[in-house]
């Protein structure tokens, strides 16, 4: 069983920063596919971000491409996610995510999910 244990977000004006950070337990790092999802208010959960295992390599979405950038530190066994240039169309709940192998793309089928930290960006 895989533990994701989220902290950071909150509020910031239109082209702010904003850092989120999520620490895994329960399995050992390197065989999970770690990344994440948002859900914005009556909108479906859509991915972010993902590291293939083992943090090889990361695959933005188009929307936040170039805006944030994901990091991991493996001996603390914690993801971050830099958030940069944030718009109000970023605001949503930030879901880190994660699934034995290679974490995908579609919210139905990821394994583990943490609880959700709101990101709320003001124009």
């Known amino acids: 069983q895989v533990q994701l244990e989220e902290s950071g977000g909150g509020f910031v004006q239109a082209g702010g920063s904003v850092r989120l950070s999520c620490t895994v337990s329960?399995?050992?790092?390197?065989?999970?596919?770690m990344g994440w999802f948002r859900q914005a208010p009556g909108k479906e959960r859509e991915f972010v971000a993902r590291?293939?295992?083992?943090?090889?390599?990361?695959y933005y979405a188009d929307a936040v491409e170039g805006r944030f950038t994901m990091s991991r530190d493996n001996a603390k066994n914690t993801m971050n996610l830099q958030m940069n240039s944030l718009q109000p169309e970023d605001t949503a709940v930030y879901y880190c995510?994660?699934?034995?192998?290679?974490?995908?793309?579609?919210?139905?089928?990821?394994?583990?999910w943490g609880q959700g930290t709101q990101v709320t960006v003001s124009s």
């Open positions: 995510a994660a699934k034995i192998g290679t974490l995908p793309t579609r919210s139905g089928d990821v394994e583990y």
């Open positions: 329960g399995r050992t790092f390197s065989d999970i596919g």
């Open positions: 590291f293939g295992r083992e943090g090889t390599w990361k």
